[in-house]
């Protein structure tokens, strides 16, 4: 994945067959449908898209116009693109590069729409690539990155396909058009919930690229005088430079940890729903929302910064962090917009706290909102034990999510519908689940590099980069952890000194730490961050190459630059 937040060459690209097609063949097909098409997906006989996305709806799936009408005289299905909003848009792939593709359609029969659902379509000739009859195909243009990979539109003219390629693990329609329920109506969500959590290693590793890319040119580029007289300093040495690129190296660790939590929480709920127990199937959902939202957008925030603090050599492409810029931002977006996806989350701690107001003893994530006192304990914390930081944020998140609740409460006390009471609170819920996931975070960094099996030696840095990243969010935040006195004016001055501390303690550590994360350099694709450090020939061999030195004078010098000289000259 770390590749595909590289430019991907060549015009095509099958990203998405591997992340979102192939996976959701192998979470919402039956055993028989896995026989017909799992082995050709895996084994790359067929090339596939997801198609989800329209040109008038991505966030609202219920709102999709895409067609699935049963004919149970012919026990088909007929897909139909009713409108101009209706054409599939954005899906990876689509375009150019599929000849089939998971169409989520409304699904009807018997007259009787049962909402979204995902159907097999082939798309493209396995003989010659040509659209398949009814079949409209296209690129949908240049995007801000990511150029080489197709995203495409579609349409459909009541093209037929077979009732079977309706993917019919969960809801089922039989052959006299009768619709068989799903255990729950959100399994034909499963595969979004997949692919977010895959998107926390994503950002992870994007991460992990920028700030390996930006230690390594900070340590080769000297620039300045620290002391009159004295040689320039590697501009690592500068604390400016370490304020910006460290915080982003504990993140990057932050959610590498995050996404083995991710990871595990999903094998494991995802196991229970095999056997029918649908009970974490909420939490899994609101943990994945929250999570890809919050480390895609401090990972794009973060990229910036890593480009920023490399000066002009950061914004050339030479540097591979424009186009890490370019892959984290897409990540924003797609599989359910950020803030879409952290108002899911928010609705969740909203149904949970007053689940915990009704005496039910919360478990999981949430667990802690239940457990922290509302009154604030003030005096004086020690601010580099990690337990006082993590408890500091879990009293924040729940502070604020008991805020935006009681917010809305009152809001329907005032006769305001929940739905106009939710609105006019969701920035206060957007910022309670964020806070809610930054805890999470927090704790689990925290849990992380206390129980993971390394060397003490190890074990130290990590604890370090723990107590950066989290004083790093208090400094950032401290107005959320002064407002109810929880935390007093001293232990924030206590925090930004620790956190200085800190800065000094991870430079020694700095290199190794990203070293560590071990990105070959074709995968990082960046001058700035070879591992040989050898910056200054490559970037001269790598300008030298650009297309517009392939002739002395480019001809734009004849076309337009010389006549305009000329006539300039002449009117002297
Ligand atoms: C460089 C190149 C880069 C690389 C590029 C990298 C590759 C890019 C790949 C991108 C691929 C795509 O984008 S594929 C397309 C992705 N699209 C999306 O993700 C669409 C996002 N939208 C959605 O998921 C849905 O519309 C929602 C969740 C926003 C709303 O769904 P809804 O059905 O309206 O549900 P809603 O009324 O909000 O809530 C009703 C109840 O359902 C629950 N609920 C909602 N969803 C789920 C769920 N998934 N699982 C369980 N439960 C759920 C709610 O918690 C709530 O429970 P209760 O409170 O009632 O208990
Ligand atoms: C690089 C890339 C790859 C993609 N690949 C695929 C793919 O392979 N398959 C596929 O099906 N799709 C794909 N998509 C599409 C992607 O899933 C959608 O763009 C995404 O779901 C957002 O939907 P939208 O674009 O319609 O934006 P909208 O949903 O129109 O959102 C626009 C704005 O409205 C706001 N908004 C919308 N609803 C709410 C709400 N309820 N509350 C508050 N604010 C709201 C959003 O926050 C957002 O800021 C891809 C997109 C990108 C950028």
Request: positive net charge.
């Given at each position: 994945?770390?590749?595909?937040?590289?430019?991907?060459?060549?015009?095509?690209?099958?990203?998405?067959?591997?992340?979102?097609?192939?996976?959701?063949?192998?979470?919402?097909?039956?055993?028989?449908?896995k026989?017909?098409?799992?082995?050709?997906?895996?084994?790359?006989?067929?090339?596939?898209?997801?198609?989800?996305?329209?040109?008038g709806?991505?966030?609202?799936?219920?709102?999709?116009?895409?067609?699935?009408?049963?004919?149970?005289?012919?026990?088909?299905?007929?897909?139909?693109?009713?409108t101009?909003?209706?054409?599939?848009?954005?899906?990876?792939?689509?375009?150019?590069?599929?000849?089939?593709?998971?169409?989520?359609?409304?699904?009807?029969t018997?007259?009787?729409?049962?909402?979204?659902?995902?159907?097999?379509?082939?798309?493209?000739s396995?003989?010659n690539?040509?659209?398949?009859?009814?079949?409209?195909?296209?690129d949908?243009?240049?995007?801000?990155e990511?150029?080489g990979?197709?995203?495409?539109?579609?349409?459909?003219?009541?093209?037929?396909?077979?009732?079977?390629?309706?993917?019919?693990?969960?809801?089922?329609?039989e052959?006299?058009?009768?619709?068989?329920?799903?255990?729950?109506?959100?399994?034909?969500y499963?595969?979004?919930?997949?692919?977010?959590?895959?998107f926390?290693?994503?950002?992870?590793?994007?991460l992990?690229?920028?700030?390996?890319?930006?230690?390594r040119?900070?340590?080769?580029?000297?620039?300045?005088?620290?002391?009159?007289?004295?040689?320039?300093p590697?501009?690592?040495?500068?604390?400016?430079?370490?304020?910006?690129?460290?915080?982003?190296?504990?993140?990057?660790?932050?959610?590498?940890f995050?996404?083995?939590?991710?990871?595990?929480q999903?094998?494991?709920?995802?196991?229970?729903?095999?056997?029918?127990d649908?009970?974490?199937?909420a939490?899994?959902?609101?943990?994945?929302?929250?999570?890809?939202?919050?480390?895609t957008?401090?990972?794009?925030?973060?990229?910036?910064?890593?480009?920023?603090a490399?000066?002009?050599?950061?914004?050339?492409?030479?540097?591979?962090?424009?186009?890490?810029?370019?892959?984290a931002?897409?990540l924003?977006?797609?599989?359910?917009?950020?803030?879409?996806?952290?108002?899911?989350?928010?609705?969740?701690?909203?149904?949970?706290?007053?689940?915990?107001?009704?005496?039910?003893?919360?478990?999981?994530?949430?667990?802690?909102?239940?457990?922290?006192?509302p009154?604030?304990?003030?005096?004086?914390?020690n601010?580099?034990?990690?337990?006082?930081?993590?408890?500091?944020?879990?009293?924040?998140?729940?502070?604020?999510?008991?805020?935006?609740?009681?917010?809305?409460?009152g809001?329907m006390?005032k006769?305001?519908?929940r739905?106009?009471?939710?609105n006019?609170?969701?920035?206060?819920?957007?910022?309670?689940?964020?806070?809610?996931?930054?805890?999470?975070?927090?704790?689990?960094?925290?849990?992380?590099?206390?129980?993971?099996?390394?060397?003490?030696?190890?074990?130290?840095?990590?604890?370090?980069?723990?107590?950066?990243?989290?004083?790093?969010?208090?400094?950032?935040?401290?107005?959320?952890?002064?407002?109810?006195?929880?935390?007093?004016?001293?232990d924030?001055?206590?925090?930004?000194?620790?956190?200085?501390?800190?800065?000094?303690?991870?430079?020694?550590?700095?290199?190794?730490?990203?070293?560590?994360?071990?990105?070959?350099?074709?995968i990082?694709?960046?001058?700035?961050?070879?591992?040989?450090?050898?910056?200054?020939?490559?970037?001269?061999?790598?300008?030298?190459?650009s297309?517009?030195?392939?002739?002395?004078?480019?001809?734009?010098?004849?076309?337009?630059?010389?006549?305009?000289?000329?006539?300039n000259?002449?009117?002297?």
């Amino acid at each position: 994945m770390a590749a595909a937040l590289q430019t991907l060459g060549g015009g095509i690209g099958i990203t998405l067959h591997w992340i979102a097609f192939t996976p959701t063949i192998e979470q919402q097909a039956t055993e028989e449908q896995k026989k017909k098409w799992l082995k050709l997906a895996q084994d790359v006989a067929i090339v596939g898209a997801y198609a989800q996305t329209e040109m008038g709806h991505g966030t609202f799936v219920r709102g999709l116009e895409t067609t699935a009408t049963y004919d149970p005289s012919t026990q088909e299905f007929v897909i139909n693109s009713p409108t101009l909003t209706s054409t599939k848009w954005w899906p990876g792939g689509l375009g150019k590069t599929a000849n089939h593709a998971t169409v989520m359609a409304q699904l009807y029969t018997r007259g009787k729409c049962y909402g979204p659902h995902n159907f097999m379509v082939q798309i493209r000739s396995l003989e010659n690539h040509q659209p398949c009859p009814g079949v409209t195909l296209g690129d949908i243009g240049p995007k801000m990155e990511s150029n080489g990979n197709d995203n495409g539109f579609a349409r459909f003219d009541h093209v037929r396909i077979p009732r079977e390629n309706m993917l019919m693990k969960f809801a089922r329609v039989e052959a006299d058009g009768t619709y068989v329920q799903p255990p729950s109506s959100k399994l034909a969500y499963s595969n979004m919930v997949y692919l977010r959590g895959t998107f926390v290693m994503s950002a992870a590793q994007a991460l992990a690229s920028a700030t390996t890319i930006a230690v390594r040119y900070s340590c080769v580029r000297r620039q300045s005088e620290m002391k009159p007289g004295e040689p320039e300093p590697q501009i690592l040495e500068y604390q400016t430079q370490q304020y910006k690129l460290f915080p982003q190296l504990a993140a990057a660790y932050a959610f590498w940890f995050a996404s083995w939590f991710m990871t595990q929480q999903h094998g494991s709920i995802t196991g229970s729903m095999e056997k029918g127990d649908m009970s974490g199937l909420a939490e899994l959902h609101a943990l994945s929302a929250g999570l890809k939202s919050y480390t895609t957008a401090v990972t794009a925030r973060g990229i910036d910064v890593c480009r920023m603090a490399c000066g002009g050599h950061g914004y050339s492409h030479a540097s591979g962090l424009p186009a890490l810029f370019g892959g984290a931002a897409a990540l924003c977006t797609a599989e359910g917009e950020n803030t879409v996806m952290m108002l899911q989350t928010a609705r969740y701690l909203v149904k949970c706290f007053a689940q915990s107001q009704a005496g039910k003893r919360l478990t999981g994530t949430v667990a802690y909102l239940s457990a922290v006192q509302p009154s604030p304990v003030a005096g004086n914390r020690n601010m580099s034990d990690l337990g006082t930081l993590v408890a500091a944020f879990q009293h924040r998140a729940a502070r604020m999510v008991r805020h935006a609740a009681m917010q809305m409460q009152g809001e329907m006390q005032k006769g305001k519908a929940r739905e106009d009471a939710w609105n006019s609170c969701s920035v206060l819920l957007i910022k309670a689940a964020e806070a809610h996931v930054h805890s999470f975070v927090v704790r689990n960094f925290a849990e992380t590099v206390q129980t993971v099996e390394v060397d003490e030696s190890v074990r130290a840095v990590l604890t370090s980069l723990c107590q950066l990243y989290s004083l790093y969010g208090i400094t950032e935040h401290a107005g959320d952890f002064l407002k109810d006195g929880y935390l007093t004016g001293r232990d924030i001055d206590a925090a930004s000194s620790h956190l200085s501390a800190m800065l000094a303690r991870v430079r020694p550590d700095a290199v190794a730490l990203v070293d560590a994360f071990d990105l070959h350099d074709k995968i990082l694709r960046s001058v700035l961050g070879r591992y040989d450090g050898r910056v200054y020939e490559h970037l001269y061999e790598w300008a030298k190459k650009s297309p517009l030195n392939k002739s002395e004078v480019h001809e734009s010098y004849y076309k337009y630059l010389q006549p305009f000289l000329k006539s300039n000259r002449a009117k002297l």
